[in-house]
């Protein structure tokens, strides 16, 4: 079984929590002011930017809507990513966003 699990890796990628490239963003909804966590795969949740040549703007951008537990209020996240995939700007509309990082937020 161990040919099984090296296959698996190889396709798939390994199966830890740490280091596997996600973001975490933590937004607060401006009703209740609930505190939500939300997971940002840039290898899965960005869509490609096609422009002309010489047009300027973002590689990829990020589009989520979000709903907490308290209200049923609509949070819009957007987000725009440079050619490496760092964030080059952001937007949030229904909330505020409170941080955007790595680290998985233990506290909420």
Known sequence: MGWLHTLWRRLFGSAQTGGDGVLWAV??????????PVRIDPRTDLQSEYREPGETGPWYTLHKE??????????????????????????????????LGPEKPEDI
Do not use: P
């Open 27 to 36: 937004i607060e909804c401006a009703r209740c002011h609930e505190r939500i």
């Open 66 to 99: 979000v709903m907490g537990n308290r209200c049923y209020t609509l949070i819009h996240l957007y987000l725009e990513f440079g050619q490496q995939r760092n964030v080059t700007a952001q937007q949030v509309s229904g909330g505020q966003l409170l941080s």
